[in-house]
């Protein structure tokens, strides 16, 4: 990595260096071949986002940008939902007959941090009339599990099935519980993250806004029996680069 670094530093005309912060509204997805109850029904949670960035200059409209950026990830459920039956509610069915999942109606959110280091393709043009200059970039990235907690709430009866015709002996439960999931997630991901952008130049100063978003192509989940996700999330960020000169 310090090699590729050096290398794109001594071909560069000029580089910059900036910091960026925003919000990362992020969600889980499972694939279509995907039949697990686990994997399926999260809706989008919101977090933050931010980095520190080096952005190589080759050119008028070519550079390479270099991240390290703080990401929020996961996704939440709200409502009836499937979770794995714990083996105490398996005692409860004649052997060999428990059910794989209970049901039971209570909120649900995977709240997962990640260190991400993309390496984005940056071009960009300039406005002939006033100092604003148009940017979209994207390219890979190598993400690290910093956290990954499921936290839950709510009070629920369980169920056998995804109604509330079969409600199980027992009466409600609560479901007030953080859980630290860390031990069942794969700790290294790798996908793909892209913006689109506008920059206000003074000077060897820029100040800019900027959209995008990330996607992990590796599933989330370390055994199968706890779903299958991808991870992803939109991005919006304000940030300010300095660029120097050589």
Known sequence: MNLFFLCINVHAQDFSLGVRGGVSVPNLTAGSDNSSPLSTGYSSRLGGDGGVFADFIFSDMFSIEP???????????????????????????????APQYLYANYNSEAKLNYLLVPILAKFGWDFKAIPVRFYVDAGPFVGFLLSANQVTSGESAFYTTATTEQPMPGGEQSFNNTQNIK?????????????????????????????????????????????????GA???????????SK
């Open 234 to 244: 939109g991005t919006a960020s304000i940030g300010y680069s300095y660029r120097f």
């Open 67 to 97: 991240m390290a950026e703080y990401s929020s990830q996961g996704g939440k459920k709200d409502g009836m939902q499937a979770f794995t039956t714990p083996s105490a509610l398996a005692a409860m069915f004649p052997p060999g007959q």
């Open 183 to 231: 031990d069942q997630l794969h700790e290294m991901n790798v996908g793909f993250a892209g913006n689109v952008g506008l920059s206000y130049q003074f000077g060897h100063n820029s100040i800019f806004i900027e959209g995008g978003g990330n996607y992990g192509l590796i599933n989330i989940q370390k055994e199968p029996q706890n779903g299958k996700n991808n991870t």
